[in-house]
């Protein structure tokens, strides 16, 4: 039957959690929510997430939103040998210490940098990219003899992160990383991945699409 998925495509953390699916071979059954017309805050969604936010996910009656905690549930449950999100609890700790990174400095950092860019069509703030290269700075260094965030094993972290350079890396920024070595190499193998382009070609149109209005 698979799990029923609320996302919206372009969306980074959802983005996130259908790479961690496609990885680690779990169906989903993908619903759209429609945002726009504000479906995530009717009574019927509301039941599946009282947060009223994407994503969020109903596995046969268990339902629970937050695309990390999502991420960690489904490695746990359906790929639980998995080196996606491992049992050993240092190495557990050091994806956890990834993806808090993303969330709370490299994520925040290129949203705040390119969002405004994106739909407002504000012009760059210098301020706020001096932060996002900062966090690069950071990334890079952590990859330093890396193929991967947390060593040479691709984790949950890498595909937030990745998911979330993307915001740079489509128009009407595309960033240069050519800086940040260790960066570029890595989110070229992440772009090699087979489903990368699947799981994130919706945010590369949806960014193109409002850079043309």
Same mark, same amino acid.
């Given at each position: ?20 699916? /496609?990885? @680690?071979? =779990?169906?989903?059954? $993908? ?6 017309? +504000? &479906? ?50 240092? /190495?557990? @700790?050091? =994806?956890?210490?990834? $993806? ?6 490299? +994520? &925040? ?52 992160? @990745? ?51």
């Amino acid at each position: 039957m698979g799990i029923d998925f609320y996302y919206i495509a372009g969306s980074t953390p959802c983005r996130s959690v259908l790479m961690t699916c /496609k990885a @680690a071979g =779990v169906e989903l059954n $993908l619903k759209g929510v429609d945002l726009q017309n +504000g &479906k995530h805050k009717e009574a019927d969604f509301t039941k599946i997430n009282p947060m009223q936010l994407v994503p969020a996910i109903d596995d046969n009656g268990f339902r629970m939103g937050e695309s990390r905690a999502i991420m960690g549930y489904i490695c746990g449950k359906y790929a639980p040998d998995s080196p996606l999100y491992p049992k050993d609890l240092q /190495k557990r @700790a050091t =994806v956890d210490e990834m $993806l808090y990174f993303d969330i709370g400095t490299f +994520g &925040k950092s290129i949203g705040d940098y390119v969002l405004p860019q994106v739909f407002r069509k504000q012009p760059a703030d210098k301020e706020k990219e001096a932060s996002m290269k900062e966090a690069l700075d950071k990334l890079n260094r952590v990859l330093e003899g890396k193929q991967y965030a947390t060593g040479n094993t691709l984790t949950v972290a890498d595909f937030c992160l @990745a998911t979330s350079l993307t915001l740079a890396d489509a128009v009407p920024v595309q960033y240069n990383l050519k800086p940040w070595s260790n960066v570029a190499a890595w989110f070229q193998r992440m772009k090699n991945l087979p489903y990368f382009t699947e799981c994130n070609k919706a945010y590369y149109e949806f960014a193109k699409k409002m850079t043309s209005k």
